[in-house]
């Protein structure tokens, strides 16, 4: 009997399976240039393989969020553009698929943010189903099987688990792959276990053997012997009574034992998240990364494609949405934007340093935010602020729009709220003054943690250091929930810190008011602030 320890976990549940390896169809484009002459034709094979696509992903995009996401990335004209640029390039269908999801995918996976990271594995999905069209191979899928396995695989998308069935289908390991995966929010969503990025575990497992998996804890036994099957058995019917008794908790508004109410709020990057965090009863969207539209398009987006985003979110969710400007630069590019090369990034040009620099292109946004608050409740939080300069000047180009809508006799919210993302040691030291002029304070752990301990959380090397457990980190946070309280206003967090259990009664303790996080987090959290 052998135990592999997973560090990060995504999930909950126990599985007693034997293991079922998943191995996907050789998918590599076919090699050559093709003719000037021979240009129309690959055009026209590439069109029939992605109407072939659209048709395919239409159907499972009327029941499921994560397929509509799919099916809008597959109808996007910058995909087809691109393609059809390097087939004019004499390059066959097939390469230039290839190259273009490679390229794309490349874009999101050189960035530090998990969540945006892991949207790599949706650009290659695409890319999948497409070479399978052109290559003309029957797509596989995981529909199949009639015995209860544990799947374990090098990676899976998406399209791999479309018609999984958790009555076979009893637990997940991949060797790649990531906790915001969407193919850890499908499993999530079916309550099957899944553990990502095991690296080295198909060389490890034997095809049929029985394994055990404990995905709350990352604990994957090999070989079990009798004593360990029977406990592993015991703990599996323990954790489906634990998680029925969670979920029916999802109606219960989060009120600590003391009678404090607590808001739970959700981190969503589009509206296919929105969707999705929707079921969990949320109090509304704590951050909404407007920077998506941003970087799934091949150009600025116009004012009007983002102001039929951000109605639809907001009309979606009238408990309330706060959308964060801008994000971009770090470790956030745009393939249509180049950004000089910088030593630092992360202390470079990114954020609102980008936004009040290239004011046009801010005040296009801050108009369609203005003119979707008046479908709902809609708040504007600045990102990256270190001085009342940056603080002043945003709020200034806010009541330059506004101006500019009462003439054109548009309507807006006049109210609507205006806060800031606290995360930078700066905003920790100017807490007391940012209070005075700001509207609400949302602190971004991930970023703060970085910066106060100089430890790169992208790195690792130095992975042990990156701990917003740290002292350092813990008084920042309590100095800005005080500033923020003594000034009356609310103050949230929507970093990684807020939808870890082990944090909440830390930050209840602090004061914190509002928690953020991934959907999947929100009903454990939710528990841990009621028995608080």
Same mark, same amino acid.
């Given at each position: 009997?052998?135990?592999?320890?997973?560090?990060?976990?995504?999930?909950?549940?126990?599985?007693?399976?034997?293991?079922?390896?998943?191995?996907?169809?050789?998918?590599?484009?076919?090699?050559?240039?093709?003719?000037?002459?021979?240009?129309?034709?690959?055009?026209?094979?590439?069109?029939?393989?992605?109407?072939?696509?659209?048709?395919?992903l239409s159907p499972l995009a009327a029941e499921s969020e994560i397929?509509?996401?799919?099916? #809008?990335? %597959?109808?996007? $004209?910058?995909?087809? &553009?691109?393609?059809?640029? @390097?087939?004019? =390039?004499?390059?066959?269908?097939?390469?230039?698929?290839?190259?273009?999801?490679? #390229?794309? %995918?490349?874009? $999101?996976?050189?960035? &530090?943010?998990?969540?945006? @990271?892991?949207? =790599?594995?949706?650009?290659?999905?695409?890319?999948?189903?497409?070479?399978?069209e052109l290559k003309g191979i029957r797509h596989s899928d995981l529909g199949s099987l009639t015995e209860e396995v544990i799947v374990a695989a090098k990676d899976l998308y998406p399209s791999d688990t479309v018609k999984i069935t958790p009555r076979f289908v009893k637990g997940i390991i991949t060797e790649e792959g990531g906790i915001t995966s969407h193919v850890s929010v499908i499993a999530k969503s079916m309550d099957i276990p899944i553990l990502v990025g095991v690296k080295g575990i198909l060389d490890r497992l034997k095809e049929g053997k029985t394994i055990c998996m404990d995905a709350e804890n990352g604990v994957i036994v090999l070989d079990p012997d009798e004593t360990a099957l029977e406990e592993y058995r015991k703990k599996k019917e323990e954790y489906k009574k634990e998680y029925l008794r969670v979920?029916?908790?999802?109606?219960?508004?989060?009120?600590?034992?003391?009678?404090?109410?607590i808001f739970l709020c959700a981190n969503v990057g589009n509206i296919v998240d929105l969707k999705h965090a929707l079921a969990m009863n949320i109090d509304g969207i704590g951050l909404f990364r407007s920077e998506f539209l941003?970087?799934?398009?091949?150009?600025?987006?116009?004012?009007?494609?983002?102001?039929?985003?951000?109605?639809?979110?907001?009309?979606?969710?009238?408990?309330?949405?706060?959308?964060?400007?801008?994000?971009?630069?770090?470790?956030?590019?745009?393939?249509?934007?180049?950004?000089?090369?910088?030593?630092?990034?992360?202390?470079?040009?990114?954020?609102?340093?980008?936004?009040?620099?290239?004011?046009?292109?801010?005040?296009?946004?801050?108009?369609?935010?203005?003119?979707?608050?008046?479908?709902?409740?809609v708040r504007i939080m600045f990102p990256m602020i270190i001085s009342l300069e940056e603080l002043r000047e945003a709020k200034k180009v806010v009541e330059a729009c506004k101006n500019e809508l009462r003439r054109e006799s548009v309507d807006f919210d006049t109210d609507i709220a205006l806060g800031m993302m606290m995360e930078t040691p700066a905003s920790v030291f100017l807490a007391e003054e940012f209070a005075k002029e700001a509207d609400f304070f949302s602190i971004g752990t991930n970023d703060l943690t970085q910066y106060i301990l100089a430890a790169d959380r992208g790195n690792e090397k130095i992975a042990d250091k990156y701990d917003y457990f740290h002292p350092a980190v813990l008084k920042a946070v309590e100095q800005i929930i005080c500033a923020g309280h003594r000034a009356g206003i609310q103050v949230g967090m929507c970093g990684e810190m807020a939808g870890d259990v082990q944090a909440v009664p830390v930050l209840l303790k602090l004061g914190l008011d509002e928690f953020s996080m991934s959907a999947g987090c929100i009903d454990y959290v939710r528990e841990q602030i009621l028995n608080v």
């Open positions: 009997m052998e135990e592999v320890y997973v560090e990060k976990t995504v999930s909950r549940g126990i599985a007693v399976s034997p293991v079922y390896k998943y191995r996907e169809p050789v998918l590599s484009p076919e090699t050559g240039s093709i003719t000037e002459e021979e240009i129309p034709g690959e055009k026209k094979k590439f069109e029939d393989a992605r109407d072939r696509v659209l048709k395919g397929f509509a996401a799919h099916l #809008e990335i %597959a109808s996007d $004209f910058m995909l087809q &553009d691109s393609v059809n640029a @390097k087939i004019s =390039e004499c390059k066959n269908a097939q390469t230039a698929v290839k190259e273009t999801t490679d #390229e794309l %995918a490349a874009i $999101f996976a050189a960035m &530090d943010d998990t969540y945006m @990271k892991e949207r =790599e594995a949706d650009i290659r999905d695409i890319g999948k189903r497409l070479l399978a979920e029916s908790l999802r109606n219960t508004p989060a009120v600590t034992k003391g009678g404090k109410r941003y970087m799934e398009n091949n150009h600025f987006p116009t004012e009007e494609e983002q102001y039929r985003v951000y109605k639809e979110a907001a009309e979606l969710c009238p408990q309330g949405v706060t959308i964060r400007t801008l994000d971009i630069g770090g470790d956030k590019e745009l393939s249509y934007f180049p950004f000089n090369k910088e030593d630092n990034p992360f202390l470079g040009w990114r954020a609102i340093r980008i936004s009040l620099d290239m004011k046009d292109m801010f005040k296009t946004q801050l108009r369609a935010i203005l003119r979707a608050s008046a479908y709902g409740h």
